[in-house]
């Protein structure tokens, strides 16, 4: 499983996913990339899952089309103490989730 990190999470977020292969945005050069062109390009590169805190994007893009799962993580902000708490959820969820699929986890 190929774990993309967006760009609205904190980078340092990547350390609690140690057991996934997990990419930022910004290592994949990716950055200010549009939705759609993020999704295709992820497509491309055999990534699996998208983790955002973006809890629009399932209502602005066709995930199903796009054949990647997305992991939307709700919490007061995007800070990583805010975010940190719902790993346990996120990788309860990650078990789980499937291409097309979105799955929130809130804490």
Known sequence: MRILLDECVPRPLKRELIDYEVRTVVEMKWSGKKNGELLQL?????????????????????????????????????????????????????????????IEVRG
């Open 42 to 102: 992820m497509t491309q590169e055999g990534f699996t899952v998208l983790l955002t805190t973006d809890q629009n994007l399932r209502y602005q893009q066709n995930l199903q089309q796009a054949g990647v799962a997305v992991l939307v993580l709700v919490a007061p902000s995007n800070r990583l103490p805010d975010l940190v708490p719902l790993i346990p959820g996120a990788r309860n969820a990650l078990n789980t989730i499937s291409a097309g699929e979105v």
